[in-house]
């Protein structure tokens, strides 16, 4: 046996054979350390798990590989369901709702006659109780809690408990015993405990369900190394923080499900609450003959299904040599393109003036399907005219004020055919199938075909 000096980092764990200022795993500056290593010269046999081999026709499936929480919309990103050998990670800003979301799964995985863990490394067995006694109407007796850092008791109140679900709350403060001293936190422990539960989740002999709730950094991301993201099957974003009782929950990885999947939660004293029709959520209810300036409708597509969402500008003269253009709901850049198509191809003067656009609930436009019904908002607080309310537009504007066609036409045209809506007015060609009950379908070319319908023709 030889010893001989390696360089370790402190930050991850990477070893090299000489020192660096910048660590190549991790990107910190000055976390090399030199240590000690005995080397051993003699050759160990490494045990090998021997997996059997099998036929992929033969593998068994069945419908009941899911667990339905009857949390609608969790229920909706998720795919339908937790599915039993799975590990999803969970992650929110600070005070977003993550940990009250994964009691009230575990709270309802047990009203089923589930067995739950939670094992928390951040607080206290009765800081866990009194949030459970805020949000839950009854706490069932097969929830289990746990309060210890110690991912080694973790595993062992795996065996004890025998869970169906098993809730980390968060991966980032959890170690193994084998890494010390590396702190929990550290990419190496953060990485090998989500590994020893991914293993025991997805053992075959007996397949268990399991919720990381992981930190996020200032850059929004998870805490961690880009690679924990990659080692489980799902990763959920609960978007929305502080007094915002809006919560969007996004799948950005399923593996069982849609990717980009999105759920919709107010936040109550009691807990999330599921808004199971968005469409009512995201548009202000105006009675016949209350219709108001600068507001127009559209319709988003949020994950898989089509979202009804009212778009309000408010345009005011401006004293400054730079008038204002403000909005916290989409691109800076894609607004002050839409202003110039307004102003070039609407002939609607806005040089001197000041614009302001957000959207009733806070919906961010990521979408061009939105362009249209942002510039008759905008069109309508100019000229001081309501679009009625049971009106909506649907297309995106190119440079040269031509309307044109946008994914999903018909599922978001029948969405507003649902609603009750009286017209909708979509580029030429733009709906294949008019099959509606109540609407009808307006076909326009340009914007300024569009405006004239609306607005007196003059300059402003």
């Known amino acids: 046996m030889k010893i001989k000096t390696v360089y370790k980092c402190t930050n991850c764990g990477y070893k090299s054979p000489k020192w660096a200022g910048k660590c190549p795993d991790c990107g910190e500056w000055n976390t090399f350390e030199e240590a000690e290593e005995a080397k051993n010269n003699g050759k160990v046999a490494k045990a090998v798990s021997k997996q059997p081999v099998s036929r992929l026709f033969e593998v068994e499936t069945g419908n009941d590989q899911r667990l339905l929480t009857g949390i609608t919309e969790f229920d909706r990103v998720m795919g339908g369901g937790i599915v039993r050998d799975s590990v999803t990670i969970i992650t929110s800003p600070p005070g977003g709702g993550k ?84 702190r929990a936190g550290n990419p190496t422990q953060t990485m090998e405990c989500a590994s020893a539960l991914v293993s025991v989740a997805k053992n075959k002999k007996r397949p268990r369900a399991a919720l990381m709730i992981g930190q996020m950094n200032k850059s929004d991301e998870i805490a961690g190394l880009r690679a924990l993201e990659h080692l489980v099957d799902a990763v959920l974003v609960l978007e929305g923080e502080g007094a915002d009782e809006l919560r969007c929950l996004v799948a950005t990885k399923n593996r069982f499900g849609s990717t980009g999947e999105m759920g919709f939660f107010t936040m109550t004293e009691a807990g999330l609450v599921s808004i199971e029709n968005p469409s009512e959520y995201f548009v202000t209810k105006r009675q016949k003959g209350e219709d108001v300036s600068g507001s127009a409708l559209t319709v988003l597509k949020e994950g898989s299904r089509p979202v009804i969402a009212e778009i309000e500008s408010l345009v005011s003269a401006s004293f400054t040599p730079y008038p204002s253009r403000i909005s916290e709901t989409m691109k800076k850049d894609t607004m002050n393109t839409l202003i110039s198509i307004l102003e070039q191809r609407g002939n609607v003067k806005l040089y001197d003036k000041n614009v302001v656009i957000k959207t009733t609930g806070g919906l961010y436009l990521k979408e061009q399907a939105a362009n249209l019904a942002v510039l008759m908002s905008i069109a309508s607080s100019v000229y001081n005219k309501p679009i009625p309310s049971n009106w909506a537009f649907l297309a995106d504007v190119g440079l040269t004020g031509e309307l044109k066609r946008v994914p999903s036409m018909e599922s978001r045209v029948k969405e507003l055919d649902r609603m009750g809506f009286e017209k909708v007015f979509v580029p030429v060609g733009g709906v294949r199938e008019t099959n509606l009950e109540h609407m009808e379908v307006v076909e326009v070319k340009s914007l300024s075909q569009l405006l004239g319908m609306f607005f007196v023709k003059k300059h402003i």
């Open 99 to 182: 940990s009250t979301l994964s009691l009230m799964a575990a709270a309802a995985l047990a009203k089923q006659g589930h067995r739950v863990l939670y094992a928390s490394g951040e607080e206290s067995d009765s800081q866990i109780k009194n949030r459970a006694d805020r949000i839950l109407e009854t706490i069932e007796q097969n929830i289990f809690i746990l309060a210890d850092t110690s991912m080694d008791r973790v595993l062992e109140a795996i065996s004890e408990v025998d869970p169906d679900l098993i809730i980390l709350d968060s991966i980032q403060t959890f170690s193994l015993a084998e890494f010390l001293p590396s």
